[in-house]
């Protein structure tokens, strides 16, 4: 089993920016092949956000390429998400999730395993 917990959201004004982590134990963190952020909105859907996989090549939602920034510390069991130009457009409720899968997927399914979220809010 891995226990996932992210931190690091809150209230932020358009134009700023956040860094959120997500602490991983349970398991070794360096066996899993993909860790990935989604984030829902109220009333919609959860969307993939970003992914990075063993190596290091990370992905991007359009929406937030050129903005976020997905990185992973395997020494420290931890991943992150830096998000820099927050727009409103940006609050959700964001998770970080880890795939057994090789390949990156940027579907919710194929994540095995969740952390409990944490709320981004941008002000405009």
């Known amino acids: 089993q891995v226990q996932l917990v992210e931190s690091g959201g809150g209230l932020v004004q358009a134009g700023g920016s956040l860094r959120l982590s997500c602490a991983a134990s349970?398991?070794?963190?360096?066996?899993?092949?993909?860790m990935g952020w989604f984030r829902q909105a109220p009333g919609k859907d959860r969307e993939f956000v970003a992914a990075?996989?063993?190596?290091?090549?990370?992905y991007y939602a359009d929406s937030v390429k050129g903005r976020f920034t997905i990185s992973r510390d395997n020494a420290k069991n931890t991943a992150y998400l830096q998000m820099n130009s927050l727009d409103p457009e940006d609050t959700a409720v964001y998770y970080c999730?880890?795939?057994?899968?090789?390949?990156?997927?940027?579907?919710?399914?194929?994540?095995?395993?969740w952390g409990q979220g944490t709320q981004v809010t941008v002000s405009s």
């Open positions: 990075i996989n063993w190596a290091g090549t990370t």
């Open positions: 999730a880890a795939s057994l899968r090789i390949s990156v997927s940027v579907i919710s399914d194929e994540y095995d395993y």
């Open positions: 349970g398991r070794t963190f360096s066996n899993y092949a993909i």
